[in-house]
């Protein structure tokens, strides 16, 4: 299954989704993206600490937490819709969650270990899913989605926050 096999590009998730090739596999893209490739770069997530570009930002910490809060959302609502639930799942304030978090209290290594164990279970969770388990229709947050569109989502959610680092964290570590 890739991208080319979603029957719809849910809006908002969109921008996270087209991160990733369409042409890869789903199998594929959890392999090449995996937590150790995407924040593999621990050297300068040390050296960033607890600095950020601009007043009110998050720091390396809260963005590897809010990775994995957000892949266990996403996990979860794929859980829900390709088990046949058809209640909307319930959106998530992603700043709200931030602040309440410890985050700033652990290493970056502890949060990369926890990322790494939360995305074997994902991985695990997705590759046990039918064909028309990955591509059943469900509603979170009020819009239309499949397992597949929120696997593809999670993925590229991570490349979006790698991005994020290098355009604008690293810059501030030679300064």
Not at 40 to 64: C, E, F, H, Q, S
């Amino acid at each position: 299954m890739n991208i080319k096999d979603l029957p719809f590009l849910p809006q908002y998730f969109d921008a996270y989704i087209v991160r990733i090739p369409d042409d890869i596999s789903l199998a594929d893209a959890f392999e090449q993206y995996s937590p150790e490739k995407i924040f593999g770069d621990t050297d300068n997530l040390l050296r960033l600490g607890d600095r950020v570009y601009a007043p009110r930002k998050w720091t390396v910490k809260d963005i590897l937490q809010h990775c994995i809060d957000t892949e266990r959302i996403m996990s979860f609502r794929a859980l829900c819709i390709s088990r046949g639930e058809t209640v909307s799942l319930p959106g998530f304030e992603e700043k709200t969650y931030a602040q309440n978090t410890v985050a700033a209290s652990r290493t970056v290594e502890d949060l990369l270990e926890e990322y790494k164990t939360v995305r074997s279970a994902t991985e695990m969770l997705f590759q046990h899913m039918s064909r028309d388990m990955i591509l059943r229709v469900g509603t979170a947050n009020n819009l239309r989605i499949t397992p597949l569109a929120l696997a593809f989502m999670l993925l590229g959610h991570a490349v979006h926050h790698k991005i994020v680092l290098e355009e604008r964290y690293y810059p501030i570590i030679s300064q």
